[in-house]
């Protein structure tokens, strides 16, 4: 298990650290794992918000919103992720099926989100359906990329050494006084 990993054992030392009645800490914890969960489902989501706000700038919709579910199991017989855009609603819904693991699904995920970015910036070719396809297959491999350099090479300069490291950082930020932040 990762030393980072939050337990209920870490609650005495953040409540105390942060000057907190460790009753709120613990009522707090359930209600953050719950949260937490929905975070852990939004797969590429720098991704597809940075895409949402651009297609809200190149269309002049400031409506424009990406979604993503995973589709109903029996109600398909597709293996792939599938994408709607419904101009009249201001939207790209992307379904995939359950049975994906985490990598297809986050490569099903950035070929569909592939399909909207090339439409945005061609939408002289939206009839091509061919390219279409390639098209979103090179935004899939460029996405994938640029995701990888990320976590193997920015994402580890980003972490403390240690998870108390954690707790000091935001220690510091509610001790401030001379308005510089410090970290450790």
């Known amino acids: 298990m990762s030393d980072f990993k939050l337990t209920k054992d870490k609650l005495p030392d953040i409540a105390k650290e942060l000057g907190v009645d460790i009753s709120k800490v613990v009522d707090l914890l359930p209600r953050f794992t719950e949260f937490y969960e929905d975070v852990r489902q939004q797969h590429l989501a720098s991704v597809m918000r940075a895409l949402e706000l651009r297609v809200r700038r190149k269309r002049d919709d400031p409506n424009f919103r990406i979604i993503w579910g995973t589709m109903t199991r029996g109600t398909t017989s597709t293996k792939d992720a599938v994408a709607l ?4 609603l201001s939207l790209f819904a992307i379904a995939v099926p359950p049975e994906m693991n985490l990598q297809q699904l986050r490569n099903h995920v ?4 592939g399909h909207l970015f090339y439409d945005t ?12 396809q ?3 297959n090179v935004f899939g491999v460029f996405t994938m990329l640029e995701r990888g350099d990320f976590y193997k090479e920015k994402a580890p300069k980003m972490c403390n050494s240690t998870w108390y490291q954690v707790i000091n950082d935001f220690k510091q930020l509610s001790n401030r006084e001379d308005g510089k932040l410090g970290t450790s």
Request: neutral net charge.
């Open 85 to 88: 855009l419904y101009r009249k």
């Open 110 to 113: 950035a070929h569909e989100l």
């Open 121 to 132: 910036e061609h939408p002289e070719d939206k009839n091509d359906k061919q390219l279409n």
């Open 134 to 136: 390639k098209m979103a």
